[in-house]
C-alpha cells in the first residue's frame, strides 16, 4: 500500500487549505447524495433456484 505525503497545514497557504477542505466535503456530499449500490439485479434471468448457468458448459451441445 502506498502512504501519500501529504504537507502540513502550517506548511500550506489558506487558500490551499480552503480548497483541500472544500475537496474534502464536496465528495462526502457526492457519496451522501449517491443512490445506494444494488445488492441485487431488477432484471430477473428466468431460472428457478435450483438452476443454475455456467459461461463454459462440461459437455459441449453439438450443433446440427
Request: hydrophobic residues 40%; negative net charge; glycine residues 2%.
Amino acid at each position: 500500500m502506498t502512504t501519500l505525503e501529504q504537507p502540513s497545514p502550517s506548511e500550506m497557504t489558506p487558500a490551499a487549505r480552503a480548497a483541500e477542505v472544500t475537496s474534502i466535503l464536496a465528495a462526502a456530499l457526492v457519496r451522501t447524495l449517491a443512490p445506494p449500490q444494488a445488492t441485487e439485479s431488477a432484471v430477473r434471468l428466468g431460472f428457478l433456484l435450483d438452476q443454475r448457468v455456467h459461461a463454459t458448459p462440461s459437455q459441449p451441445e453439438k450443433l446440427s
